[in-house]
């Protein structure tokens, strides 16, 4: 699967921002897909996953209650909407696929397809 994400860029703190990922030449909707991130100077983070029919889906602790998974497999697309952002939040942001049947996949080495990625700025 290709993976094109788009909707990076600035944003103030306590602001919104949508990050989209649009898949191309492979299976979009029988494979898990997520977010990982990586912050200026820190290591690789997983951010959430969601499974091919959309019905499951996990977070990393340092997201949930502020940022929102989802994916249309109509679309072949999948998104996350990041509200109430911290500076914290400012971070190159990655669309990732995973291998076929891995649910859940939280670890870089579950996911085989990765996205260019997308940079996140928060401003105070």
């Known amino acids: 699967v290709q993976l094109v994400e788009s909707g990076g860029g600035s944003v103030q703190a306590g602001g919104s921002l949508r990050l989209s990922c649009t898949a191309s030449m492979g299976t979009f909707r029988s494979i898990c897909v997520g977010w990982f991130r990586q912050a200026p100077g820190k290591d690789l983070e997983f951010v959430a996953g969601?499974?091919?029919?959309?019905?499951?889906?996990v977070y990393a602790d340092s997201v949930k209650r502020r940022f929102t998974i989802s994916r249309d497999n109509a679309k072949s697309t999948l998104y996350l909407e990041m509200n109430s952002v911290k500076i914290e939040v400012t971070a190159k942001y990655y669309c990732?696929?995973?291998?076929?049947?891995?649910?859940?996949?939280?670890?870089?080495?579950?996911?085989?397809?990765w996205g260019q990625g997308t940079e996140v700025t928060v401003s105070s």
């Open positions: 969601v499974s091919w029919t959309g019905v499951s889906i």
């Open positions: 990732v696929g995973a291998y076929p049947g891995v649910w859940p996949a939280r670890t870089r080495d579950e996911y085989k397809d």
